[in-house]
């Protein structure tokens, strides 16, 4: 936690340095990028190893013991892959229908 803090406070700083903004001046991004990528990390290990610590002591075994092997069944899949194609087909209408605005309109 503090070494995201610490990486936050120096980007922080950089972002108040910089007066003038163009947001097409890729330059800038690179520090900003690594700072969260850092952050992800940092926050995703940490939060594992914590859990994991959290586990060998004891805690939630009884209930991680009596989930059952695959959450999954027939209809949960179907509804799923449902879901998948209303998408896909909301996603190919919508570019169907822009192409043939852009033949009428031109």
Do not use: H, K
Request: hydrophobic share 60%; charged share 15%; aromatic share 14%.
């Amino acid at each position: 936690m503090y070494a995201t803090l610490f990486v936050a406070g120096r980007c922080a700083r950089i972002a108040r340095e910089e007066v003038v903004f163009d947001p097409l001046d890729l330059s800038l991004f690179p520090e900003f990028t690594r700072f969260g990528l850092r952050t992800a990390t940092l926050w995703v290990v940490g939060g594992s190893l914590v859990a994991l610590f959290f586990l060998n002591w004891g805690f939630n075994v009884d209930f991680v013991a009596t989930l059952p092997g695959w959450p999954f069944d027939v209809s949960t899949s179907l509804r799923s892959l449902l879901l998948l194609a209303v998408a896909m087909v909301s996603w190919l209408g919508g570019a169907l229908v822009e192409r043939l605005l852009g033949a009428a309109l031109d």
